[in-house]
C-alpha cells in the first residue's frame, strides 16, 4: 500500500511564526496535495503539485506557500501563522488519474 | 463549485443493523465518488470508489450512484463497533487529477455493541 509519510504529527505554533510542514511519499506518485480539515468538516484542499518544482493553487490558497522541491516531497508553509490557520493538515499522493492516499495528519495549533 | 452535502449529520446504530450514509451535491460535473473513514485522531481509509451509474460492493461496504439524482449512498451491512468513524464522501472529475477532490462534511456513525 502507498505510504504517505507527514511529519511533524502535532506542532504549537505562535502567531506571526513561521510554520512548514513536511510530507513524504515513497510511491512514485506524481501527484501531490495538501487539504486542511477543521472540527465537523471535511477536507479542502489548498495547494497540489504534478511536478517537481511545481505548485498550483486549490480551494483555499490564501495564507499558504507550498514546494515540491523532488517527486517525494512537498511542504505547505505558512509563512505568518494565524490563529485561523489551527486545523488538521493532510498530505494526499496519486498516481494520474489512479487512486488517492493520504497521510496521517498533522494537528497544528497557533497560540 | 462543487457543494456537497451529507447527511445525517449523525447515526447510531446497532451492531448487526444497516447502516446507510447519503450524499447529495450540486451540480453533474463530477464522476468520480468515493466514499472515507476516519477514525478519530487518525487518517483517511478508502472504502469505495464508484465512476458510473449503480452499484459497487466492496466486502460489507456498498456505494450506490445515481448522477441524474445527483445522489451517492453508502450502505454499511453487519457493522461493528470498529466502525465507529466519520464517514465522507469525496467527489472529482474524470482525468489525471483525481486527487482533486470536493468533501462532504462527514457523518459520524456510533455502533453499539
Known amino acids: 500500500e502507498a505510504a504517505v509519510t507527514q511529519s511533524p504529527r502535532s506542532k504549537v505554533a505562535v502567531t506571526g511564526g513561521k510554520v512548514t510542514l513536511s510530507c513524504h511519499q515513497t510511491n512514485n506518485h506524481d501527484y501531490m496535495y495538501w487539504y486542511r480539515q477543521d472540527t465537523g468538516h471535511g477536507l479542502r484542499l489548498i495547494h497540489y503539485s504534478y511536478v517537481a518544482d511545481s505548485t498550483e493553487k486549490g480551494d483555499i490558497p490564501d495564507g499558504y506557500k507550498a514546494s515540491r522541491p523532488s517527486q517525494e516531497n512537498f511542504s505547505l508553509i505558512l509563512e505568518l501563522a494565524s490563529l485561523s490557520q489551527t486545523a488538521v493538515y493532510f498530505c494526499a499522493s496519486s498516481y494520474r488519474g489512479g487512486e488517492v492516499f493520504f497521510g496521517k495528519g498533522t494537528r497544528l495549533t497557533v497560540v | 463549485q462543487q457543494k456537497v452535502q451529507q447527511s445525517p449529520e449523525s447515526l447510531t446504530v446497532s451492531e448487526g443493523a444497516m447502516a446507510s450514509l447519503n450524499c447529495t451535491f450540486s451540480?453533474?460535473?463530477?464522476?468520480?465518488f468515493r466514499w472515507y473513514r476516519q477514525h478519530s485522531g487518525k487518517g483517511l481509509e478508502v472504502l469505495v470508489s464508484?465512476?458510473?451509474?449503480g452499484e459497487k460492493e466492496e466486502g460489507r461496504f456498498t456505494a450506490h450512484l445515481n448522477r441524474a439524482s445527483l445522489h451517492v449512498s453508502l450502505h454499511i451491512r453487519e457493522p461493528q463497533p470498529s466502525d465507529s468513524a466519520v464517514y465522507l464522501c469525496?467527489?472529482?472529475?474524470?482525468?489525471?487529477?483525481?486527487?482533486?477532490?470536493?468533501f462532504g462534511h462527514g457523518t459520524i456513525l456510533r455502533v453499539h455493541p
Open positions: 464508484i465512476f458510473s451509474d
Open positions: 469525496a467527489m472529482s472529475i474524470t482525468g489525471a487529477n483525481t486527487g482533486k477532490l470536493t
Open positions: 451540480d453533474g460535473t463530477s464522476d468520480n
